[in-house]
């Protein structure tokens, strides 16, 4: 089973920072064993995918977040963080946390998939002010 609990969110202005957590509560696998990512979704559009990390260590991010979000895992705490920076009004979307042990694809394969993870979390609201 894994059990993915996003944490982190909130309302910043333009310019601020956030750093969202997904700690991985299920037994069956430990975030070694996995490919991750970040995926968000804004209203009245579709889910993207913002960050992929690999279970060799690959990044992908998407375009629009390139150079201002850092995505990385802490093995120990079975935990994925995303450090957001330098946040623009355009990031406001509900954030999720993805997840999956046997899924077959690089990094930027994966996020560009949306769908083919087997494991996301509720997600986490982001809101960012100009």
């Known amino acids: 089973v894994v059990q993915l609990v996003e944490s982190g969110g909130g309302s910043v202005q333009a310019g601020g920072s956030l750093r969202l957590a997904c700690v991985n509560s299920g037994v069956s696998y430990s975030t070694n064993t996995m490919i991750m990512g970040w995926f968000r979704q804004a209203p009245g559009k579709k889910r993207e995918g913002v960050a992929v990390l690999s279970r060799d260590g690959d990044t992908a991010y998407a375009d629009s977040v390139k150079g201002r979000f850092t995505i990385s895992k802490d093995n120990a705490k079975n935990t994925l963080y995303l450090q957001m920076d330098s946040l623009k009004p355009e990031d406001t979307a509900m954030y999720y946390c993805?997840?999956?042990?046997?899924?077959?694809?690089?990094?930027?394969?994966?996020?560009?998939?949306?769908?083919?993870?087997?494991?996301w979390g509720r997600g986490t609201q982001v809101t960012v002010s100009s």
């Open positions: 993805a997840a999956d042990p046997y899924l077959s694809l690089t990094a930027i394969q994966a996020l560009g998939s949306r769908g083919d993870f087997g494991y």
